[in-house]
């Protein structure tokens, strides 16, 4: 099933590890077959991995993004999630803990992507976080 991204003027994004960016016009592409696409909104920059979550975030982006290296990337992230995981008591973001481990293992990182979002909404929330919202830190 073909992936259609509509992209705003200068947007950049991540395909298959090269950096895009568009012209200075809305445009849309239409992939054909299964890649690996990261939007600029989505993407981590290292120094914004200033919290447990978006460590995990980090190293989950870096897998899928770089998947040939995915393995030196996957053991920062399973250090990053047990930490994680010793110290939350929330059912809910437990589950999404799992689920993202899950995902990873079957080398469904975009997936696990979008649960890391809740995590981190759930860390931000729990630790007072006044900071910009998700979407603006991902940038």
Do not use: T, W
Not at 12 to 26: E, I, P, S, Y
Not at 35 to 41: H, I, M, T
Not at 60 to 78: H, K, T, W
Request: net charge positive.
């Amino acid at each position: 099933m073909p992936l259609k991204l509509s992209l705003r003027p200068d947007e950049r994004f991540v395909l298959n590890g090269a950096v895009v960016q568009n012209g200075d016009r809305r445009s849309v592409l239409i992939l054909q077959n299964k890649a690996s696409v990261l939007r600029e909104k989505d993407i981590l920059q290292p120094e914004d991995a200033n919290s447990p979550a978006r460590h995990i975030y980090m190293s989950v982006m870096m897998m899928y993004i770089d998947e040939p290296r995915a393995g030196q990337y996957y053991q920062n992230f399973v250090l990053r999630m047990s930490e994680f995981m010793g110290v939350i008591q929330n059912a809910d973001v437990l589950s999404s803990c799992i689920n993202i481990s899950k995902f990873c293992l079957e080398r469904e990182y975009y997936k696990a992507l979008m649960l890391c979002r809740k995590i981190i909404e759930y860390e931000d929330q729990r630790l007072g976080n006044v900071a910009p919202r998700l979407s603006a830190k991902l940038r």
